[in-house]
T-cell receptor, first 115, second 112 residues
Framework: ETGVTQSPTHLIKTRGQQVTLRCSSQSGHNTVSWYQQALGQGPQFIFQYYREEENGRGNFPPRFSGLQFPNYSSELNVNALELDDSALYLC??????????????FGPGTRLTVL | DQQVKQNSPSLSVQEGRISILNCDYTNSMFDYFLWYKKYPAEGPTFLISISSIKDKNEDGRFTVFLNKSAKHLSLHIVPSQPGDSAVYFCAVGSGNTGKLIFGQGTTLQVKP
């Protein structure tokens, strides 16, 4: 059984650019959540996708957007990058019937550096 | 305004002894409580959870205690092993939102 995978592993961008991060959910999982983890902090919820629709959003501006595809993989897009967007971006998937904040299985993350 | 706090950034314990990690939360509406472990260069790994209708849940060496009146959550690891050395995050959730709110993490070091 393949776990949650994310790409790329590391990424360096400059301020003002746009970035797309990708996530493949664990086999059989249909819900994907994205989190931002700044250095020395816990992960912060960005948003969640279920059946290709956004199903809850944290306190992040509209320049953070996402997509979920029919195969349940997902993308996180960030426009007009700012220095404070530098962080580890984590994707987590949940199995069917686990819409509650019960257990989410995390990928290894994408380390984004904005210069 | 942090809704979930882990007030101890780090904890050092001797192998074989008990490790106790603590977590406080502010909102009594939370109904799911979880602990995750994170190694460097890996994503958080789910350890153990408890719902608001219970006050204790045990899984092998790991036990989670929930004190709803104090809005306090703790994780006990007995006996502690060097492989337990990692960053531990508590997380809380409510209802069907799927949103988890994490604490800042506690770095546990278990010395051989």
């Amino acid at each position: 059984e393949t776990g949650v995978t994310q790409s790329p592993t590391h990424l360096i961008k400059t301020r003002g650019q746009q970035v797309t991060l990708r996530c493949s959910s664990q086999s059989g999982h249909n819900t994907v959540s994205w989190y931002q983890q700044a250095l020395g902090q816990g992960p912060q919820f960005i948003f969640q996708y279920y059946r290709e629709e956004e199903n809850g959003r944290g306190n992040f501006p509209p320049r953070f957007s996402g997509l979920q595809f029919p195969n349940y993989s997902s993308e996180l897009n960030v426009n007009a990058l700012e220095l404070d967007d530098s962080a580890l971006y984590l994707c987590a998937s949940s199995p069917p019937g686990a819409l509650k904040a019960d257990t989410q299985y995390f990928g290894p993350g994408t380390r984004l550096t904005v210069l | 305004d942090q809704q979930v706090k882990q007030n101890s950034p780090s904890l050092s314990v001797q192998e074989g002894r008990i490790s106790i990690l603590n977590c406080d939360y502010t909102n009594s509406m939370f109904d799911y409580f979880l602990w995750y472990k994170k190694y460097p260069a890996e994503g958080p790994t789910f350890l153990i959870s408890i719902s608001s209708i219970k006050d204790k849940n045990e899984d092998g060496r790991f036990t989670v205690f929930l004190n709803k009146s104090a809005k306090h959550l703790s994780l006990h690891i007995v006996p502690s092993q060097p492989g337990d050395s990692a960053v531990y995050f508590c997380a809380v959730g409510s209802g069907n939102t799927g949103k988890l709110i994490f604490g800042q993490g506690t770095t546990l070091q278990v010395k051989p």
